[in-house]
């Protein structure tokens, strides 16, 4: 599989901006959406940012201290 680095540089802001907005809603479920929206992309482009790690904490801090949800799972 080919990493399309050129299409992670032109879609990570749109999905940094979309995940900043979800966490200001307050919302969970916009927060997962969000997460799970930019896991499908990463996957679709063969790699993930180093900064991956930003929307692991969204989803924890938005489903709470007890929730065992990884992103890969998503």
């Given at each position: 599989?080919?990493?399309?680095?050129?299409?992670?540089?032109?879609v990570?802001?749109?999905?940094?901006?979309?995940?900043?907005?979800?966490i200001?809603?307050?919302?969970?479920?916009?927060?997962?959406?969000?997460?799970?929206?930019?896991?499908?992309?990463?996957?679709?482009?063969?790699?993930?940012?180093?900064?991956w790690?930003?929307?692991?904490?969204?989803?924890?801090?938005?489903?709470?201290?007890?929730?065992?949800?990884?992103?890969?799972?998503?």
């Amino acid at each position: 599989m080919t990493i399309d680095y050129a299409r992670m540089n032109r879609v990570l802001p749109g999905q940094k901006a979309a995940l900043t907005r979800a966490i200001k809603s307050g919302d969970p479920a916009k927060v997962k959406a969000a997460c799970k929206d930019a896991v499908r992309v990463w996957n679709e482009i063969g790699a993930w940012p180093d900064n991956w790690a930003h929307w692991q904490i969204a989803l924890d801090d938005a489903l709470g201290l007890y929730s065992t949800l990884r992103l890969e799972d998503l």
